[in-house]
């Protein structure tokens, strides 16, 4: 049901960012504010199981429902940045893409060591962010409680590189 109601409301918007790319536009879906709760208690109670001592969104529509599930569970949100967005001591990880380099950041006390974090995100693609993302939370002492994630593009295969990094993945919405 509630995977039905998120694909009603995702905007495909053709050839963005590039030529042959079919952007899957999340913004319809916080016009709804009931849908928006829903997708928080989706989270929550797919889950309600798994240790989760914070959460990490990545930068930055990640920050969307990774807010609102923190709150939901009781836990602290942890903000993944881009480089040179957070203002106080962080740690980074340059990671590849299709098209070059790109950094992620979190502050160095963002978490305690032994921790478990789960990492949020808007969308599974490739899943090349969230690996990276997994990497620095270890590098940090953390432990990775899972992934959660409004929409997977099934076809990019991101599922397929993270089910390795953890058994927690909640994707709401396949295409």
Request: charged share 25%; hydrophobic share 45%; with cysteine.
């Amino acid at each position: 049901m509630i995977e039905q109601q998120i694909k009603n409301a995702i905007r495909d918007i053709p050839d963005f960012p590039k030529p042959g790319i079919v952007f899957k536009d999340i913004t319809p879906i916080l016009k709804d504010p009931i849908l928006c709760e829903r997708i928080v208690e989706a989270f929550a109670t797919r889950l309600q199981h798994v240790k989760i001592d914070a959460v990490a969104g990545v930068e930055s529509r990640g920050f969307l429902f990774g807010l609102q599930l923190a709150g939901k569970l009781g836990v602290p949100f942890i903000p993944v940045r881009k480089a040179g967005k957070l203002p106080y001591t962080v740690k980074q990880k340059v990671y590849e893409l299709e098209y070059g380099t790109a950094t992620i950041e979190l502050h160095t006390d963002a978490f305690a060591p032994g921790q478990h974090i789960l990492i949020h995100d808007d969308l599974l693609a490739t899943g090349g962010t969230v690996t990276a993302t997994t990497e620095l939370i270890k590098e940090m002492g953390g432990i990775v409680a899972g992934f959660s994630f409004v929409v997977g593009l099934g076809f990019l295969k991101g599922k397929e590189k993270i089910a390795p990094l953890s058994d927690k993945l909640v994707v709401l919405a396949e295409y």
